[in-house]
Nanobody, 127 residues
Framework: QVQLVESGGGSVQAGGSLRLSCVASAYTYSSYYMGWFRQAPGKEREGVAAVYTGSIYTLSSTFYADSVKGRFTISQDSKTLYLEMNNLKPEDTGMYYC??????????????????WGQGTQVTVSS
């Protein structure tokens, strides 16, 4: 069973930056989605960004929620998924989770469509 471990959260002021990391213990699929979600108190878990890695013959594709486009960047290398967050806003506050194993036909922005989750890392942005 793949395990995901996030790190990099913290407290910053508005306009600041953070870089989240998610290390996967093992991932042997030839093509797959991995994503970042966040959940604020009292709100549903929402998709922030995702990356699809196809075969070695295709480039990766990235996806972003409208609220973070131009400010967040998702990337990956080997077994680590990253989320670079710039120009952070108070509304970006929440627990950030790494997710993997999107079910066939699933949507990258739907939490229920992912099967593997990390424990989360807290991001707090003050105004």
């Amino acid at each position: 069973q793949v395990q995901l471990v996030e790190s990099g959260g913290g407290s910053v002021q508005a306009g600041g930056s953070l870089r989240l990391s998610c290390v996967a213990s093992a991932y042997t699929y030839s093509s797959y989605y991995m994503g970042w979600f966040r959940q604020a108190p009292g709100k549903e878990r929402e998709g922030v960004a995702a990356v699809y890695t196809g075969s070695i013959y295709t480039l990766s594709s990235t996806f972003y929620a409208d609220s973070v486009k131009g400010r967040f960047t998702i990337s990956q290398d080997s077994k680590t998924l990253y989320l670079e967050m710039n120009n952070l806003k108070p509304e970006d506050t929440g627990m950030y989770y790494c997710a993997a194993d999107l079910r066939r036909g699933g949507r990258w922005y739907v939490a229920a469509d992912f099967g593997i989750w990390g424990q989360g890392t807290q991001v707090t942005v003050s105004s």
